[in-house]
């Protein structure tokens, strides 16, 4: 009977404490946890702390922090071998620091059955009580673990479990642990790398394979300085479509003028509204020609495409931008909706390095000469009684704009079976030439430099020089 009672009296006492400590979990952690998957072999899931932020010597409040994340992300998610790794976000008299705790910590056996999860919280608690001797009083902001799959998770978002359901699983863990099991290492999980080419490999091209040339957009914008600083008052676009004679498409232009001003006061707003309606116009040429990806503006990365970026990052939330850039030049911005692609705006500068004019002068002398227009008289007050000349001026930009690039990519097309819309430099284009028609990798490759053999030859005098 006596034995009975003591029974009893232990129990009870086990569940007052798995109780306590199950409250104080829920009441120091953030209610969301943030969750991430880098690659199908990796989960990152972590629980933040609130304040006041407990202190590392708090083990099992510590360990209870990560079998729940282990229980909400790894277990639903994880098929076959897998191990997780612990890391501490702590506070100390510094700085802010993040650190791993140990090695791997085994989740499963090697043939991927569960090893039981009060072993597994026994482990995590032994491990933090021996980092809380190092780390005496310091506190702990936030707990990350780390895990690795040899084969890969089930689904990228795992079920939500109900709260009856994460409390089961971390009153299991939390039993005493029945059997001991033989300290089990990690195994080394290594997936299968990328092969890169240690040098540059040439292209193969087939004459007998026919060019099939892209559609694509011509765009202009007109400015006017106001207060030092350039705002549109007119804008337009053309489809230029390969074969067809460019004089018969359709430029649509719009000028900040034509708005009516009881519904747009200001200049500023009739600016925009412009922009909002070349946007719109692009989308739908979009939508009617699906194969249509690349607006070309002339000096896009340099002029246009400040206001034109500044527009849609404003005024068109709905989309995301993907800038291109390098060495402080904007080479592409791609508008996506989702993970589908809109359109993308490139400049004509980087494929055609020139004036427009003497571009046109030699690409396409039927369509005229690139005219001009007194920018010093160009005022807000004689905007309207302009319109007529301005609008003429920039028509006939976009119109000697589609007419280089149309007559470009017909003679690409016809000397190199190539079509210039897929590159976005001039050195792309004739680095994709010369391994198309010229370079043969076989009897001269040309080798690609490793990170540290590439910092090593910028560093020297002669590159530098």
Not at 169 to 196: F, T, W
Not at 281 to 302: A, C, D, E, L, M
Not at 326 to 350: I, W
């Amino acid at each position: 009977m006596r034995k009975s009672n003591q029974y009893t009296t232990t129990t009870r006492c086990r569940e007052n404490e798995t109780s306590l400590l199950l409250s104080k979990f829920y009441s120091k952690v953030e209610k969301e946890s943030t969750y991430h998957v880098p690659h199908p072999g990796k989960i990152i899931a972590s629980h933040k702390f609130k304040e006041p932020y407990p202190i590392v010597n708090e083990t099992s409040l510590l360990s209870i922090t990560v079998m729940d994340l282990l229980t909400q992300y790894a277990y639903p998610s994880i098929s076959g071998y897998s191990k997780f790794t612990i890391q501490l976000t702590m506070k100390r008299s510094f700085d802010e620091i993040n650190f791993t705790l140990g090695l791997a910590i085994p989740l499963t056996f090697e043939d991927g059955e569960f090893i039981p999860k009060s072993n597994i919280y026994d482990k995590v608690s032994r491990i933090l009580e021996k980092y809380s001797e190092k780390y005496d009083g310091d506190c702990v902001l936030g707990i990350t673990i780390l895990i690795y799959m040899l084969v890969g998770i089930k689904d990228k978002i795992p079920p939500l479990l109900s709260e009856d359901a994460r409390e089961k699983s971390l009153l299991e863990c939390l039993h005493p642990v029945s059997v001991q099991i033989d300290p089990i290492r990690a195994l080394k999980i290594q997936h299968k790398k990328r092969n890169y080419p240690s040098h540059i490999t040439a292209i193969k091209s087939s004459s007998r394979k026919r060019t099939r040339l892209k559609s694509f957009l011509v765009a202009d914008t007109e400015t006017i300085l106001i207060d030092n600083v350039h705002k549109p008052y007119a804008a337009g676009v053309m489809m230029v479509i390969p074969g067809l004679d460019i004089k018969t498409q359709t430029i649509y232009t719009y000028f900040s003028e034509d708005y009516t001003p009881y519904v747009f006061k200001s200049f500023e707003e009739r600016s925009q509204k412009l922009l909002h309606d070349l946007i719109l116009r692009i989308i739908s040429i979009r939508k009617k020609n699906p194969s249509i990806q690349t607006v070309y503006f002339h000096n896009f990365s340099r002029f246009d495409g400040i206001f034109v970026l500044k527009h849609m990052a404003l005024h068109h939330k709905m989309f995301q931008l993907k800038p291109l850039m390098r060495d402080n030049r904007l080479y592409e911005v791609a508008v996506y909706s989702g993970k589908r692609m809109l359109f993308r705006f490139r400049d004509s500068l980087h494929l055609l390095p020139g004036k427009l004019d003497d571009l046109a002068k030699n690409l396409c002398p039927e369509l005229g000469l690139k005219g001009s227009i007194p920018y010093d008289q160009v005022t807000l007050s004689n905007l309207s009684s302009l319109r007529e000349s301005l609008v003429e001026y920039m028509k006939q930009d976009i119109l000697l704009l589609g007419g280089i690039m149309l007559n470009f990519q017909d003679l690409y097309a016809k000397s190199y079976k190539a079509d210039i819309e897929n590159k976005i430099t001039v050195a792309s284009l004739a680095l994709s030439l010369f391994r198309s028609n010229y370079y043969d990798e076989v009897k001269f490759p040309i080798h690609i430099p490793n990170k540290n053999e590439d910092t090593f030859i910028r560093k020297c005098p002669l590159f530098l020089s």
